[in-house]
């Protein structure tokens, strides 16, 4: 039971590079997102999906693009990256589609370092 | 604007002793609200929730209690164990949106002193 899958665990980006956060589920989920934790900020909503072909914007996306190609995966870009960047990242997966209140699935997380 | 505030970053507890942690909200549309546990390294997990029609769920050794007039809501753990210790965080939805504007706490780090 892979459960839901991020990868990678660590990088360490200079300032203006691009890189892709991966996140894969084995759990047929409709519903994926990516979050942020920072000290003292808690977990923020990046951007989110509901299913494949379908993704929306959360509290705090921008310098972030997402897209859904797929059901299982759900990578996260970051174009240009900035120091403001620098965090832990955790993907999230539910059963349920848009509304529902379903518990989250996360990923072990990426700590991510921006130069 | 904090609308879920967990205002005690840390919390000590002995081993076999009740650990209490708060959780406070200032949406009064939230009506459904979860614990969420994360250990070092790992991605937080569900833990316990409770619908704004009860004001007390409990699984096992876990009981969430909520207080609506107050905006406030604790986790009981009875009796606290060392493999408690981690970081809770307590989430709040709305109804409208459910996970799309799932807010976080800025969680409480749980230490159990055996």
């Known amino acids: 039971n892979a459960g839901v899958t991020q990868t990678p665990k660590f990088q360490v980006l200079k300032t203006g590079q691009s890189m892709t956060l991966q996140c894969a589920q084995d759990?047929?989920?409709?519903?994926m997102s990516w979050y942020r934790q920072d000290p003292g900020m808690g977990l923020r909503l990046i951007h989110y999906s509901v299913g494949a072909g379908i993704t929306d914007q959360g509290e705090v996306p921008n310098g972030y693009n997402v897209s859904r190609s797929t059901t299982e995966d759900f990578p996260l870009r970051l174009l240009s990256a900035a120091p403001s960047q620098t965090s832990v990242y955790f993907c999230?997966?539910?059963?349920?589609?848009?509304?529902?209140?379903?518990?989250?699935?996360f990923g072990s997380g990426t700590q991510l370092s921006v130069l | 604007d904090q609308q879920v505030k967990q205002n005690s970053p840390s919390l000590s507890v002995q081993e076999g002793r009740i650990s209490i942690l708060n959780c406070d909200y200032t949406n009064s549309m939230f009506d459904y609200f979860l614990w969420y546990k994360k250990y070092p390294a790992e991605g937080p997990t569900f833990l316990i929730s409770?619908?704004?029609?009860?004001d007390k769920n409990e699984d096992g050794r876990f009981t969430v209690f909520l207080n609506k007039s107050a905006k406030h809501l604790s986790l009981h753990i009875v009796p606290s164990q060392p493999g408690d210790s981690a970081v809770y965080f307590c989430a709040a939805s709305d109804p409208n949106f459910g996970n799309e504007k799932l807010t976080f706490g800025t969680g409480t780090r749980l230490t159990i002193i055996p």
């Open positions: 999230a997966s539910s059963p349920g589609t848009a509304a529902t209140n379903e518990k989250l699935f």
């Open positions: 409770i619908s704004s029609i009860k």
């Open positions: 759990m047929n989920h409709e519903y």
